[in-house]
């Protein structure tokens, strides 16, 4: 039975874009009723100490992620050099 819920909804979601695709005001972007139009009001009246450590917090938590992403192994290539080099070249070899 989940199946066929999934199912419809992604269908439905699937002519829902597809009928809003060539109309020219239809996107994905907030409207002025939506509740992401807030965001920026909401931003604005924030304290300016809170707004600066939160935008401290966000940096240091991407050079953290930065950081970690360096210290990830170059390859994870497992092949042994002779698995690089096979040993068939083609028909010239079979002569």
């Known amino acids: 039975m ?3 819920v999934r199912a419809a909804l992604v269908i439905g979601a ?3 874009f597809a009928s809003t695709r060539d109309q020219p005001g239809a ?4 409207t002025d009723g939506g509740p992401m139009a807030a965001l920026p009001a909401i931003w604005d009246a ?3 100490d809170i707004r600066a450590r939160a935008i401290s917090e966000a940096t240091s938590q991407a050079g953290r992620q930065i950081a970690d992403m360096s ?7 497992t ?5 690089r080099k096979p040993g068939w070249r083609g028909s010239n070899s079979r002569r």
């Open 46 to 48: 924030l304290p300016s």
């Open 27 to 30: 996107s994905l972007r907030p």
């Open 79 to 83: 092949l042994a050099e002779s698995d």
């Open 14 to 16: 699937l002519s829902y």
């Open 2 to 4: 989940s199946f066929l």
């Open 71 to 77: 210290m990830l192994p170059a390859s994870g290539d």
